[in-house]
């Protein structure tokens, strides 16, 4: 079975600090791994993935995310953070192995608070 | 590409009503998913299309949830009788196919439905 856990429902940063918002998961086999944005009224956007390769990916607007295979966390992170990241996000996990479900299970979402 | 088209934006109506939500993926993509989020549940999978066909309907909620998928190009999502606690924001999304027989990847989602049961 795949799960993916959130543990922080909400994250209140500074602007101009950097930025994390934490996800764990649990797969049976490897892991792919995908980061999703929502904006006030709007649908999840994508912001990147890991499948293969690299552990650190970059994606859109300056976020990136670091995958540790060790600790099963697959953590979000911005150098510097702006206003306008404020938002809700989604981590999601799908599990490789052959026996699992070929669909993502996202998690609750955590909600991020960037302060003037 | 227009991304995903959903209709209506926001739908009100009265408690046992017949509510049909509609969806127009992006061209292309063979997967289809619609998703429920309310604030005490959040993102819910209902139900997943591949190639038209429902693949995994077990989280439709009941039946009087149904979905269809007549081309690769429309979906609609039909309740009825809706209820109050029917409400929520409804979403439709799309995926490309990946190489592996069922497998899906990235997830592009519509704006969604916002409906409201009273």
């Known amino acids: 079975a795949q799960s993916v856990a959130q543990p922080e429902d909400q994250v209140n940063v500074a602007e101009g600090n950097p930025l994390t918002v934490k996800c764990t998961y649990s797969v049976s086999g490897n892991p792919y791994l995908f980061w999703y944005v929502q904006y006030p009224n709007r649908g999840l956007q994508f912001l990147l993935k890991?499948?293969?390769?690299?552990?650190l990916v970059k994606g859109s607007y300056g976020f990136e995310a670091e995958f540790n295979k060790s600790q099963t966390s697959f953590h979000l992170k911005k150098p510097s953070a702006l206003v306008s990241d404020s938002a809700l996000y989604f981590c999601a996990v799908r599990d490789s192995a052959s026996g699992g479900s070929y669909i993502p299970t996202f998690g609750r979402g955590t909600s991020l608070i960037v302060h003037p | 590409d227009a991304g995903v088209i959903q209709s209506p934006r926001h739908e009100v109506t009265e408690m046992g009503q017949e509510v049909t939500l509609r969806c127009k993926p992006i061209?292309?993509?063979?997967?289809l998913f619609w998703y429920r989020q309310t604030m005490m549940r959040g993102l819910e999978l209902l139900i997943y299309?591949?190639?038209?066909?429902?693949?995994?309907d077990s989280g439709m909620p009941e039946d009087r949830f149904s979905a269809k998928m007549p081309n690769a190009s429309f979906s609609t999502l039909k309740i009825q009788p809706s209820e109050p606690r029917d409400s929520a924001v409804y979403f439709c999304?799309?995926?490309?196919?990946?190489?592996?027989?069922?497998?899906?990847?990235?997830?592009?989602f519509g704006p969604g439905t916002r409906l409201t049961v009273l």
């Open positions: 061209s292309g993509h063979n997967s």
């Open positions: 299309f591949n190639n038209n066909v429902p693949i995994d």
């Open positions: 890991y499948i293969t390769g690299d552990n």
């Open positions: 999304a799309s995926s490309p196919r990946v190489g592996l027989a069922g497998g899906t990847d990235t997830q592009y």
